[in-house]
């Protein structure tokens, strides 16, 4: 069983900045992709930002070339760097881990992320 704990969102200006973390542990003997996805009231779930173990990254069309996702595979945690922040990135944001053999997908609880004036 993985356990995910996200930290980092909260209340930011429009054009501001934050960074989320999201650190794995419990029975971990192989992670292969981390990532985050967002979900915003009424809308579905949406991928923001996936790494894999070598370091291969796929970003969301809305936010690339503001946000950037990162990993430190010793430390099981994942992060987001996330600038020029907008108010439709206003959302729920979901840490997303693949591990496993099976590639068993868990998920975080979410962190509320608010750009807002």
């Known amino acids: 069983q993985v356990q995910l704990v996200e930290s980092g969102g909260g209340l930011v200006q429009p054009g501001g900045s934050l960074r989320l973390s999201c650190a794995a542990s419990g029975t971990i003997f192989v992670i292969n992709a981390m990532g985050w996805y967002r979900q915003a009231p009424g809308k579905q779930r949406e991928l923001v930002a996936r790494?894999?173990?070598?370091?291969?990254?796929k970003y969301g069309d809305s936010v690339k070339g503001r946000f950037t996702i990162s990993r430190d595979n010793a430390k099981n945690t994942v992060y987001l760097q996330m600038n020029s922040l907008k108010a439709e990135d206003t959302a729920v944001y979901y840490c997303?881990?693949?591990?496993?053999?099976?590639?068993?997908?868990?998920w975080g609880n979410g962190t509320l992320v608010t750009a807002s004036s």
């Open positions: 790494i894999t173990s070598l370091g291969s990254t």
């Open positions: 997303m881990v693949v591990a496993g053999g099976m590639g068993t997908i868990y």
